[in-house]
């Protein structure tokens, strides 16, 4: 689900124009937030708006980033195989039928997005049709379908808005806090500057992001399992870990760029990964097989 960190890009971008439109254009119109309450309840307006408008710009931003083409019409057996087990798969799933893209890359890899359940999206890399034999490439697919089952983009975007909104919410409280500090060192009992203050908020956005990011890192993981279980149920634990095993001789491949949805670094920290290592997922499969 290293879509997500698409997903995340994203969010943080729409957050720092809505910081932006907060800081700067609402006071210019004579707007000011002089109370607690009035930071918390925009934070929330702004930090769940800035997550669901990611939610919503999920597919074109997916397609414009790795260069999906859709499969409108089946041009080879490979994609007419596509689009048959994806089908296949959504109606044992019990979702509506994604859209189909096939993306160049070499890396095995997959992803899919969506803003809901009966409108999403599931892309497959140029690499893994021709890396992975069918019933590997059937278990990736069936990941992904859990993904879009198991509703993970939405919980994700929920997720994001409420750590969006406690980051809002606190970097203007400690840039605040700053703020009376150095007013009340100062004989002219003046603070921060406008531009003083708005760079320490954008500076407190970003620590706190920083942690936020840990928060959502963990919630993807969790997710990640849950999804390696829907396709075991979908298609066969056997085949999932296949499929699992598979990525591991390719971990070493570049990445970096791409919606890692399905493979990932086995180096990657843990903290900041958004999916647990390869080895803990085949473990957790052969454990509940």
Not at 57 to 86: C, Y
Not at 88 to 97: S, V
Not at 100 to 126: D, I, Y
Not at 178 to 185: H, L, P, W
């Amino acid at each position: 689900m290293q879509r997500i960190m698409l997903f995340l890009g994203t969010n943080l971008a729409i957050i720092l124009v809505l910081g932006v439109f907060m800081n700067v254009i609402l006071p210019a119109f004579g707007v000011q937030l002089g109370n607690t309450g009035g930071y918390l309840v925009l934070a929330f307006a702004f930090g769940m708006g800035g997550s669901f408008i990611s939610l919503m710009l999920s597919k074109w931003m997916a397609k414009r980033a790795t260069g999906a083409q859709v499969i409108e019409k089946p041009r080879n057996a490979e994609e007419q195989w596509l689009m048959e087990t994806v089908a296949r798969l959504a109606k044992q799933a019990n979702i509506g039928m994604p859209e189909v893209a096939v993306f160049p890359a070499p890396e095995a890899n997959a992803f899919a997005t969506g803003a809901s359940k009966n409108n999403s999206l599931v892309a497959v890399s140029v690499g893994l049709m021709r890396t992975m034999n069918r019933d590997e490439a059937e278990a990736v697919l069936a990941h992904e379908i859990s993904h879009i089952a198991n509703g993970d983009m939405v919980t994700m975007a929920l997720v994001q808005g409420v750590l969006n909104t406690f980051v809002i919410f606190f970097a203007r409280i400690v840039a605040q806090i700053i703020n009376n500090a150095i007013a009340r060192g100062n004989d002219n009992g003046q603070g921060l500057g406008f531009f003083s203050y708005l760079a320490v908020v954008m500076v407190m956005e970003m620590v706190f992001g920083v942690l936020a990011s840990i928060i959502a890192m963990w919630f993807s993981r969790q997710r990640e399992y849950r999804a390696d279980a829907g396709s075991a149920s979908l298609v066969g634990a056997p085949k999932m870990i296949a499929a699992l095993e598979r990525l591991k001789t390719g971990q070493d491949s570049q990445l970096d760029g791409q919606l890692v949805a399905f493979g990932i670094k086995g180096k990657r920290k843990e903290l900041f990964a958004s999916h647990p290592s390869l080895d803990d997922r085949i473990a957790a499969l052969r454990q509940a097989a």
